[in-house]
Nanobody, 115 residues
Framework: VQLQAFGGGLVQAGGSLRLSCAAS????????INWYRQAPGKQRELVAAFSSDGSTNFADSVKGRFSISRDNAKNTVYLQINDLKPEDTAVYYC??????????WGQGTQVTVSS
């Protein structure tokens, strides 16, 4: 399974973005997709988790502002980010779980929030 995250950009605080995570390959075998972000000088952190049964979980720092949806026909999972804050500035990555194995990290997408 290969993943590609895109949809980032430069936005003002309070704005919104929708990030996309497009999967290719054996997408039928995906059990979960997680979204991570990495800010400059910081460790990569898990911000959102999506399971194939439709359940979601979010980091406390983003609860109420982030949401996840999917389009099965497009093999795409979306991360909707509302009320963006400067501390949301980071490179966002998605990663998939196939069976018990997580896919490799793909190229992330940069989100920059100006105050």
């Amino acid at each position: 399974v290969q993943l590609q995250a895109f949809g980032g950009g430069l936005v003002q605080a309070g704005g919104s973005l929708r990030l996309s995570c497009a999967a290719s390959g054996s997408t039928f075998s995906i059990n979960a997709i997680n979204w991570y972000r990495q800010a400059p000088g910081k460790q990569r952190e898990l911000v959102a988790a999506f399971s194939s049964d439709g359940s979601t979980n979010f980091a406390d720092s983003v609860k109420g502002r982030f949401s996840i949806s999917r389009d099965n026909a497009k093999n795409t999972v979306y991360l909707q980010i509302n009320d963006l804050k400067p501390e949301d500035t980071a490179v966002y990555y998605c990663i998939a779980k196939v069976g018990l194995v997580w896919s490799s990290w793909g190229q992330g997408t940069q989100v920059t929030v100006s105050s």
